[in-house]
């Protein structure tokens, strides 16, 4: 696994503009505010409002759920949610039904709907992490009445015995 450190230093819309490039491969644009500074890119994204700091869905490539995704992922949810994702990761086809889910964690619909929220905001996170714009790992189908995992994201969790 290849890691790599990098600082900013500057106003936010600066930093955010040095991200994107970098990310686009156009580091000689970037190059004069690239600097070894105090500031992490996780310092200024965290520290940019979220209007700065927003990517237009239309700006993010597509893209498909790979391991470090999921990883990123995961990191990103409570901890309430990881475990229901687990549940629906080890069911038969990556599909639940809400009620052997309520069932087996001993919740009301509306405790379940809380512990899921944190799943929308991870996927946003990813989105502006990793600049690709994924669908969501899991989704409540409403007529059959039961939660389905993508595959891909299913496979994952077990594989990384998350």
Do not use: C
């Amino acid at each position: 696994m290849v890691k790599v450190a990098l600082t900013f230093e500057g106003d936010a819309d600066d930093v955010i503009l040095a991200m994107r490039q970098l990310a686009a491969g156009d580091a000689s644009a970037a190059s004069p505010i690239v600097n070894n500074t105090e500031t992490s890119v996780a310092t200024a994204l965290a520290n940019a409002s979220d209007e700065a700091s927003s990517i237009a869905l239309a700006d993010v490539p597509e893209g498909r759920w790979t391991i470090e995704h999921v990883r990123a992922f995961w990191g990103f949810l409570a901890d309430d949610a990881r475990e229901i994702y687990q549940r629906v990761a080890q069911s038969a086809g990556y599909v639940l039904s809400r009620q052997a889910l309520l069932e087996e964690m001993h919740l009301t619909v509306r405790q379940l709907s809380g512990r899921l929220s944190s799943q929308g905001h991870a996927v946003r996170r990813i989105r502006r992490v990793h600049n690709v714009s994924l669908p969501h790992p899991m989704s409540f189908d409403s007529q059959a009445d039961e939660y389905r995992m993508l595959p891909d994201v299913a496979d994952a969790i077990v594989r990384l015995n998350l």
